[in-house]
């Protein structure tokens, strides 16, 4: 699984990208970890960790997807929709609330996913572009729940959240917005 994520995020990034995959399971924040096989070879992983929302009525359980990777090998082929699928599928059966991640909004709002800003949450870092900052309420979602989501510490002790610049500050130039990225 972690040779598919590191192949997934590339050589710059996907070795803390794996590494991040281990903290969390050290933490005990890893509710999910689901893989993609094809031919006995993992091609795909996804994993759902535990995070909170700070809601005004109290804290909520809420759960993050990080990361979605799939094999440069295997993209293109419908594998990320289906371990998305999968994902929210689990996260509802664990009886999670909301879905949280940082990603491609182009990519997930066309798998149901939307701009977590406007539904009432605050993104946990500045350094998230807020087109960004994606979420799927799931059943167990009451109208209250809204609020900071607040990553675990394991993102926070590998510096896996949001970007750095020169991306950030070059989106930041190009004008992203709550209602899209640059363009």
Request: charged fraction near 20%; include cysteine; glycine fraction near 12%.
């Amino acid at each position: 699984m972690h040779a598919a994520v590191e192949a997934a995020f590339g050589p710059e990034e996907g070795p803390t990208v794996a590494r991040l995959v281990g903290a969390l399971d050290a933490a005990g924040s890893t509710r999910a970890s689901l893989v993609a096989d094809l031919d006995g070879r993992i091609v795909g992983h996804v994993q759902l960790n535990r995070s909170w929302l700070d809601a005004r009525r109290s804290l909520v359980d809420v759960l993050v997807l990080s990361p979605l990777s799939v094999h440069p090998d295997h993209q293109g082929e419908g594998i990320g929709g289906q371990l998305l699928d999968a994902a929210v599928a689990e996260a509802e059966r664990l009886g999670a609330p909301a879905v949280f991640l940082e990603g491609d909004p182009g990519y997930y709002a066309a798998r149901g996913w939307s701009a977590a800003g406007p539904l009432g949450f605050v993104k946990p870092s500045a350094r998230i572009p807020d087109p960004a900052f994606q979420v799927v309420l799931l059943p167990a979602h009451q109208d209250w729940m809204r609020g900071a989501l607040v990553y675990c510490e394991p993102f926070w002790a590998l510096d896996c959240v949001g970007l750095r610049d020169p991306l950030l500050a070059r989106l930041e130039g190009a004008g992203a917005t709550e209602d899209g990225p640059p363009g």
